[in-house]
């Protein structure tokens, strides 16, 4: 949910859209996961984003407004929400992958951060009553740190980070950068029907043994996108 900071003439500003990022965060992953996962209170003002070993994560919009989130899972995070998502739905640990590393570790917490991109821009269109769309969510184990900066126009960008802790405390961070914008609400209209994170992960689940099978092997097409991709960032 967004919050205004002045509720007398209703403002919502950069602050209040990421803070309805980090639900959207929190409310997926907790329901994926059957843990609590938090974020802090406080949140960085910094100069660029980038993606940071072990597992870093990166998506685009565009449309209302521009922007690029970033989220870096330590490896020890990337496991924990990994296999606690995997195992509520019903696989046995000796089925799972051992390392961050793996191609189905990457790929599943793709999965989760597509769900989280979906909540957030369902959000959007909810309660700021405009549209975002999103580029397919890029997973990758990285071993060194990437600068990213965000194709797409941006007058007054502004960066965020806000750290995150999974149910047993392991940390994540998210990043956003964005142009500083505020949404004042001039009359009052219909609100669309929020969706339930419960929902998109229920969703997800039923369509999870062909993501599962898939991940083990992928196909050669797949693998030449991914090594692109990599040599796209000078990895």
């Known amino acids: ?7 007398e003439i209703r403002v919502v500003t950069t602050e209040d859209v990421l803070l309805g990022l980090c639900h959207s965060v929190t409310d997926v992953l907790s329901a994926a996961t059957q843990s609590q996962v ?3 209170g406080m949140v960085q003002r910094i100069s660029k984003t ?6 870093g994560c990166f998506v685009l ?3 209302g407004f521009s922007g690029l989130v970033v989220i870096n899972f330590s490896a020890a995070a990337a496991m924990e929400l990994y296999q606690d998502y995997m195992l509520s739905m019903g696989l046995s640990k000796e089925d799972l992958a051992i390392s961050h590393t793996s191609d189905e570790v990457s790929n599943v917490m793709g999965e989760l951060m597509n769900q989280i991109v979906g909540s957030f821009t369902n959000k959007v269109g909810r309660e700021l009553q405009t549209h975002i769309t999103q580029n397919q969510p890029k997973m990758l184990a990285l071993n060194k740190q990437v600068m990213l900066s965000v194709d797409t126009n941006l007058d007054n960008p502004e960066t965020r980070r806000v750290t995150f802790f999974t149910g047993r405390n392991n940390i994540f961070y998210l990043e956003l950068a964005m142009d500083r914008t505020e949404f004042i609400k001039i009359h009052d209209s219909d609100v669309q029907e929020e969706v339930d994170p419960d929902e998109l992960i229920a969703q997800a689940k039923g369509q999870s043994a062909g993501v599962v099978v898939s991940t083990l092997a992928p196909s050669k097409s797949e693998r030449s996108a991914h090594d692109d991709l990599l040599d796209s960032l000078g990895i």
Request: proline share 5%; with cysteine; hydrophobic share 30%.
């Open 38 to 40: 938090r974020f802090s």
């Open 50 to 55: 980038c993606l940071k070993p072990d597992i």
């Open 61 to 63: 919009f565009d449309g």
């Open 1 to 7: 949910m967004f919050h205004s900071q002045d509720e």
